[in-house]
């Protein structure tokens, strides 16, 4: 079992910045952040796996969006740089303890909310 708890969300104007954190109970495999805005499906905004080796970032975020992790801290960060009012989303984090990108442990899920 992970528990993970989330923490950075917020109200923000177009072009401000965020970062999200997320710490899990235990060493992940890999941690992601996913994210769901109202009459969407929940998509993977971006995930690193615990070496670091490996990050992938969707299309929409690239270039303003930054993963990272504190391997002594069990914590995932998500730099959200130039935001947009389509960011504006609840974002959740999850991760994978057996299998790589198997997210099968979540966050309670934060919003951020990105005003035009």
């Known amino acids: 079992q992970v528990q993970l708890v989330e923490s950075g969300g917020g109200l923000v104007q177009a072009g401000d910045s965020l970062r999200l954190s997320c710490a899990a109970s235990?060493?992940?495999?890999?941690m992601g952040w996913f994210r769901q805005a109202p009459g969407k499906e929940r998509e993977l905004v971006a995930d690193i796996n615990w070496s670091g080796r490996r990050r992938y970032y969707a299309d929409s975020v690239k270039g303003r969006f930054n993963i990272s992790r504190d391997s002594a801290k069990n914590t995932v960060y998500l730099q959200m740089d130039f935001l947009k009012p389509e960011d504006t989303a609840i974002y959740y984090c999850?991760?994978?303890?057996?299998?790589?990108?198997?997210?099968?442990?979540w966050g309670q899920g934060t919003q951020v909310t990105v005003s035009s």
């Open positions: 235990t060493r992940p495999l890999g």
């Open positions: 999850a991760a994978s303890l057996h299998y790589d990108r198997a997210y099968v442990y």
